[in-house]
T-cell receptor, first 111, second 110 residues
Framework: DGGITQSPKYLFRKEGQNVTLSCEQNLNHDAMYWYRQDPGQGLRLIYYSQIVNDFQKGDIAEGYSVSREKKESFPLTVTSAQKNPTAFYLC??????????FGPGTRLLVL | SQQGEEDPQALSIQEGENATMNCSYKTSINNLQWYRQNSGRGLVHLILIRSNEREKHSGRLRVTLDTSKKSSSLLITASRAADTASYFCATDANDYKLSFGAGTTVTVRA
């Protein structure tokens, strides 16, 4: 069963804490992406990776970090420097940089 | 940056009616894509139209692209309750990234 999985579905962050969101794909896609979605808004690109061991900042990278050590995995860390982390986070992958396939999302809430 | 802008922001229609939404963008594109998002879920790809295409169909969906006006439209014919969702246009400027608009929320009333 091919697709993208994200975990957890809900994540709670305490003040000053770093949290990591998981994204795994078994579609054998080279490119992977992280987006942030705020209520009633579109998607904003946080980071993207075109190939293993390489990634680039998107439009709103401050306060976030990523790694791409394996083709199938692209975890996102929301650091304590991100002062307004409450949002819906979506991971996607694509082959050839065109159609993107999205995971189910992780909702991050601040305690 | 959000290049695409959808219009209207929200649309409410009766089941069986058609729904039309528009997308405008600012810079040259390689292709334009439409995605659907059900509440609290991930996005699902609907259709891709390339810059050298003017119209494309997929089932009950019809997409047009006018590169001279930098605009696209998505028509959903004979709408169903299951079409209730947010619809986003996304532009691909051939740089491995997509720029998404803020979306049109469609409500189909039974």
């Amino acid at each position: 069963d091919g697709g993208i999985t994200q975990s957890p579905k809900y994540l709670f962050r305490k003040e000053g804490q770093n949290v990591t969101l998981s994204c795994e794909q078994n579609l054998n896609h080279d490119a992977m992406y992280w987006y942030r979605q705020d209520p009633g808004q579109g998607l904003r690109l946080i980071y993207y990776s075109q190939i293993v061991n390489d990634f680039q900042k998107g439009d709103i990278a401050e306060g976030y970090s990523v790694s791409r050590e394996k083709k199938e995995s692209f975890p996102l860390t929301v650091t304590s420097a991100q002062k307004n982390p409450t949002a819906f986070y979506l991971c996607a992958s694509s082959e050839g940089g065109e159609t993107q396939y999205f995971g189910p999302g992780t909702r991050l809430l601040v305690l | 940056s959000q290049q695409g802008e959808e219009d209207p922001q929200a649309l409410s229609i009766q089941e069986g009616e058609n729904a039309t939404m528009n997308c405008s963008y600012k810079t040259s594109i390689n292709n334009l894509q439409w995605y659907r998002q059900n509440s609290g879920r991930g996005l699902v790809h609907l259709i891709l139209i390339r810059s050298n295409e003017r119209e494309k169909h997929s089932g009950r969906l019809r997409v047009t692209l006018d590169t001279s006006k930098k605009s696209s439209s998505l028509l959903i014919t004979a709408s169903r309750a299951a079409d209730t969702a947010s619809y986003f246009c996304a532009t691909d400027a051939n740089d491995y990234k997509l720029s998404f608009g803020a979306g049109t929320t469609v409500t189909v009333r039974a």
